[in-house]
């Protein structure tokens, strides 16, 4: 029975190696896989249900084409390409009238070959910024100059652990293994969360701040920590840049203003500022969740400066965990402006739309207007901010292509539907974002039905579109798994690796750091670590010293709730929660509030309530949850029509105060009950 071993390619830190059991042509058991250190338990849930998804019935495996009745009917490949020529061929006088967007769906490198196929096609509208991580990503970059951390082991060896906006538990689940380590060991953990997660179950000291307000609780921490000892002065003399206009910043940041601003006991801060003082290593380890707001980039800045002023640096058991972006030696996503591609070499035009506004930006674009889309790895009309315009947006354009696995609420609007390959189907090598390893992750089924990976679908397309081979092998692998492993040797060869190095297991990228900063060189423009960034002024607008500001959506009615709409354990944003194993098991598509809020509202647990602002309402079932700050109102996101609706009818497309990222969390809502 052939065991292969691959790796999970979904958009998660842990991006964990497994082995595949094949019998018969059929996937039949997955397994862990001990050569990855980050992640030696194996899969979780959501790992172990794959061999159900990719045999569900749901599952699209031919081409569907919009019929007059609304509905979809299946159609032949050769119908399918014949519709594109028919509706995409003419748009290439005019290419930016096509949008290109993909989504995260899927890690790989052959993704890339999607965007460079289209700019052969003439161009194409692109997409700028990401739904994702980019504030937090920049407030990092310009400050240490990479995004880069220790290795995930390593938070063993903290003594201090901070997760701040992190739900480890239910988000990187193997992250928990070396928080237990770090924790037995004696280390202290505190978790800054307005909801009570699983990852507080951890927590000696829970702080609850008000959401949006982290900025001024790390600039209260930082005045105590100047004002009464905890600023490690050799390394701040040595490696630091701007530290006296940030001791003047943090001044007028009294824990008693701090305290009024976050709602969180002065007690509390001042605990925080002495354990940080006095318990060496810390590790602050900060979420994404809380750089889904306006003010996020200025906050992660304010909260980085306090690794940086109690000098846990490159050191082991101490530091920023963030982001490492290791193994991103291929296409470096270290500057979010990498997306506006600054020049033209191949004289092709390219415009592009903002992913936190695609909705309003595609709307707006003229000269021309968008006419047509190609979606691939992604939902946004699940996914991206404000889904009424974004709906609107994709029903105003002629024809729509959406490649996918199943009929989500962004493939029904398509006029065509391809059936997208899963990771069990083509070659591919993928690199991760928490660990520094590279994996294989080879084909070890056939695709079921008639799916196509991408790759074949585009190299289809453009010899019908009469482009010939010689052009097309410069951006697509030739079809078949010959042509996928010659590209991806090219690839790798500039790393010095063949894909067979890769076969056995996870292998380290190259400068992979077991302690990041080790050597105390920081790639900013003044090598130093920059608490006072020249460059953030000059790109973004910002004070060059992080500083607070409220979130740009406040609340102005005293009825209004904060929505948060995190992720949650058994799925991945709009993937897995429909797999009828995890369904019983997964989050619901529920409205959680305080209960003294909904007591306020004569709100019951099991009622059937609104939740509404000017952009639009859901209407759910009501849950109480003693865990949440009061004034919060919890819905997770990635459901979508099919339960209710997605919680981005709601959020506004709104971009983040640093790296285009989407301000998800600016979001204000009011809740009522319904009558049945
Ligand atoms: N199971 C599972 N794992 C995942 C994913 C998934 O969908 N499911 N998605 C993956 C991806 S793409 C991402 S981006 C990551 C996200 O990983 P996390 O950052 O852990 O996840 P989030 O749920 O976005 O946010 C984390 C926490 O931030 C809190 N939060 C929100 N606003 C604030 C605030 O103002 N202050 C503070 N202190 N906390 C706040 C939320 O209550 C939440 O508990 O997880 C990855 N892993
Ligand atoms: N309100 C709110 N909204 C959020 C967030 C939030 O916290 N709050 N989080 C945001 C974050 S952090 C993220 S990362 C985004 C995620 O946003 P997306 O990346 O758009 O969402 P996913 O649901 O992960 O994946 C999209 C689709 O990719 C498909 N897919 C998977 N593999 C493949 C493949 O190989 N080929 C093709 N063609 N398709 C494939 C899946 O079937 C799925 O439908 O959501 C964001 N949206
Ligand atoms: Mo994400």
Redesign the pocket.
């Known amino acids: 029975m052939p065991v292969v071993t691959t790796a999970c390619p979904?958009?998660?830190?842990?991006t964990c190696a497994m082995k595949v059991t094949v019998e018969g042509g059929r996937i039949t058991a997955l397994d862990a896989h001990p050569g990855n250190r980050a992640t030696p338990e194996g899969p979780?849930l959501?790992g172990l249900s794959y061999v159900e998804r990719i045999y569900h019935p749901d599952r699209i495996l031919h081409p569907l084409r919009r019929c007059a009745s609304g509905g979809f009917e299946q159609v032949s490949w050769d119908e399918a390409l014949d519709l594109m020529v028919e509706r995409l061929g003419p748009l290439r006088s005019e290419p930016q009238s096509l949008l290109h967007y993909n989504g995260?769906g899927t890690k790989g490198l052959l993704n890339g070959c999607s965007m460079a196929f289209w700019r052969l096609f003439g161009g194409c509208t692109t997409t700028y910024g990401d739904l994702?991580?980019p504030a937090g990503l920049e407030a990092t970059r310009l400050t240490l100059g990479d995004n880069l951390h220790n290795a995930p082991w390593d938070l063993a060896n903290a003594r201090l652990l901070v997760f701040?906006?992190?739900?480890?538990a239910?988000?990187?689940?193997h992250q928990m293994r070396f928080v237990d380590q770090a924790v037995e060991a004696g280390a202290s953990c505190v978790v800054?969360?307005?909801?009570r997660?699983p990852?507080a179950e951890k927590a000696d000291l829970f702080l609850q701040?008000r959401?949006?307000?982290?900025g001024a609780l790390a600039l209260a921490l930082g005045h105590l920590l100047v004002r009464e000892g905890g600023v490690d002065e050799a390394f701040v003399n040595e490696h630091v840049k701007g530290f006296e206009a940030y001791a003047e910043r943090v001044a007028a940041w009294t824990p008693t203003r701090a305290a009024e601003v976050c709602g969180v006991p002065e007690a509390q801060i001042r605990e925080l500022a002495r354990r940080m003082a006095s318990i060496r290593p810390m590790t602050i380890v900060p979420?994404?969740?809380?750089q889904?707001?306006t003010n996020a980039g200025q906050t992660f800045r304010a909260l980085l400066a306090l690794a940086v002023i109690t000098g846990n640096l490159g050191l082991s058991g101490g530091g920023w965990q963030y982001a490492n972006l290791a193994t991103q030696v291929f296409s470096p996503v270290r500057d979010p402006l990498d997306f506006f591609p600054p020049e033209k070499p191949d004289g092709v035009v390219r415009v592009s739309v903002s992913t936190a506004r695609l909705g309003q930006d595609m709307l707006a674009q003229q000269d021309p207007p968008l006419r047509a889309a190609w979606v691939e790895r992604g939902n946004p009309l699940s996914q991206n901010p404000d889904t009424n315009r974004v709906r609107e947006a994709f029903r105003r354009l002629a024809f729509r292509v959406v490649v996918e696995e199943r009929l989500t609420d962004t493939a029904k609007e398509a006029d065509l539907v391809l059936p997208a390959k899963t990771f069990f189907e083509q070659t591919d090598v993928i690199g991760a974002y928490w660990h520094g390893y590279l994996q294989l992750r080879p084909k070890v089924i056939e695709p079921p039905g008639e799916v196509k990976p991408e790759t074949e679908i585009l190299w289809a397309l453009g010899q019908r579109l009469g482009i010939d081979e010689t052009t097309l092998r410069t951006v697509l692998p030739e079809p078949g798994e010959a042509g996928v492993e010659a590209w991806l040797n090219r690839r790798l060869a500039p790393l010095g690796l063949v894909l067979d190095d890769l076969r056995e297991g996870p292998v380290p990228a190259p400068g992979m750091p077991e302690v990041a900063w080790a050597d105390r060189r920081f790639s900013t423009p003044s090598g130093k670590v920059e608490i006072w960034s020249d460059e953030a002024a000059a790109r973004w607008g910002v004070d060059p010293v992080a500083d607070f500001r409220e979130p740009e959506e406040w609340a102005s009615e005293p009825d209004q709730l904060h929505l948060?709409t995190?992720?949650?354990?058994?799925?991945?944003?709009s993937q897995f929660h429909m797999l009828p194993s995890l369904r019983g098991l997964g989050a619901e598509h529920a409205i959680f509030l305080h209960p003294e809020d909904a007591e306020a509202r004569g709100l019951r647990h099991g009622d059937r309530v609104r939740i509404f602002n000017s952009r639009g309402e859901l209407v759910l079932p009501l849950r109480l949850d003693f865990g949440l700050r009061r004034g919060v109102v919890?819905a997770y996101n990635?459901f979508g029509e099919e339960d209710g609706g997605s919680v981005n009818r709601l959020s506004l497309g709104r971009e983040t105060d640093l790296g285009h990222g989407a301000a998800f969390?600016d979001c204000w809502v009011k809740v009522e009950g319904v009558r049945p």
């Open positions: 979904r958009n998660c830190y842990s979780c959501k995260s994702c991580w701040w906006g992190k739900n480890a239910e988000t990187n689940l800054i969360d307005p909801r997660t990852t701040p959401p949006g307000t982290d979420g994404f969740g809380m889904r707001y948060l995190p992720n949650t354990k058994n799925s991945i944003h919890v990635g969390h």
